[in-house]
Antibody, heavy 135, light 110 residues
Framework: ELQLVESGGAMVQPGGSLRLSCAVS????????MHWVRQAPGKGLEWVSL????????YYADSVKGRFTISRDDSENSLYLQMNSLRTEDTALYYC????????????????????????????WGKGTTVTVSS | EIVLTQSPGTLSLSPGERATLSCRAS???????LSWYQQKPGQAPRLLIY???TGATGVPDKFRGSGSGTDFTLTIDSLEPEDFAVYYC???????????FGQGTKLEIK
């Protein structure tokens, strides 16, 4: 069974730091792109960050760029989110999610090269861990 | 950056009725990147539809996705009590890679 279990959420003061963890079981992190998604109390979903299957390429929402760092430990099969310079607006339930990829029909470019195409989505989610930033 | 706007914000229907949820993008979206999720109170989101049309594993056929360009729709046939939840559309962009969610539609029992 594919499972994601987040931990590390806590109450922290503005300007503080926190490190979230996501323990993965049932699949190998190296094979998939992984995401952090957050949900402020009573609000919708906001994509936060992703780390590609290569473990090197990372991307961030503008709202967290320069403050948050996503990483993973393949030996532990765990995903992390280091959050620095926390703000009250970072208060949220933080989910980790696995990216699903399904091949779809590709196409030939102008040079005759066949370009593979894929569907991308988030198919496995953890239950989340709560971060509260408050003085 | 593409903005997804869902309507209505709240949809009140009775069991047995059909629900039609809309997701409009601020610019044309590659349909292969459009997904729908269901979220019940206290639970994580659940993938329903990806690539605009394709049902995720284990999702009943009553959930149908459609649309293209800037207008996408999630249709839920013959509503059952367990279908009342919040529904989000989501779009994937690949340069740079990022995801965007709509603000959600709450489907409530009338």
């Amino acid at each position: 069974e594919l499972q994601l279990v987040e931990s590390g959420g806590a109450m922290v003061q503005p300007g503080g730091s926190l490190r979230l963890s996501c323990a993965v079981s049932g699949f190998t992190l190296e094979d998939y792109t992984m995401h952090w998604v957050r949900q402020a109390p009573g609000k919708g979903l906001e994509w936060v960050s992703l780390i590609k299957w290569d473990g090197v390429s990372t991307y961030y929402a503008d709202s967290v760029k320069g403050r948050f760092t996503i990483s993973r430990d393949d030996s532990e099969n765990s995903l992390y989110l280091q959050m620095n310079s926390l703000r009250t607006e970072d208060t949220a339930l933080y989910y980790c999610a696995k990216e699903g990829v399904t091949p779809r029909e590709g196409y030939y470019d102008g040079s005759g090269n066949y370009l593979k195409q894929y569907y991308y989505y988030m198919d496995v989610w953890g239950k989340g861990t709560t971060v509260t930033v408050s003085s | 950056e593409i903005v997804l706007t869902q309507s209505p914000g709240t949809l009140s229907l009775s069991p047995g009725e059909r629900a039609t949820l809309s997701c409009r993008a601020s610019q044309s979206v590659n349909g292969s990147s459009l997904s729908w999720y269901q979220q019940k109170p206290g639970q994580a989101p659940r993938l329903l539809i990806y690539g605009t049309f394709t049902g995720a594993t284990g999702v009943p056929d009553k959930f149908r996705g459609s649309g293209s360009g800037t207008d996408f729709t999630l249709t839920i046939d013959s509503l059952e009590p367990e279908d009342f939840a919040v529904y989000y559309c989501q779009q994937y962009a690949d340069s740079p890679p990022r995801y965007t969610f709509g603000q959600g539609t709450k489907l409530e029992i009338k």
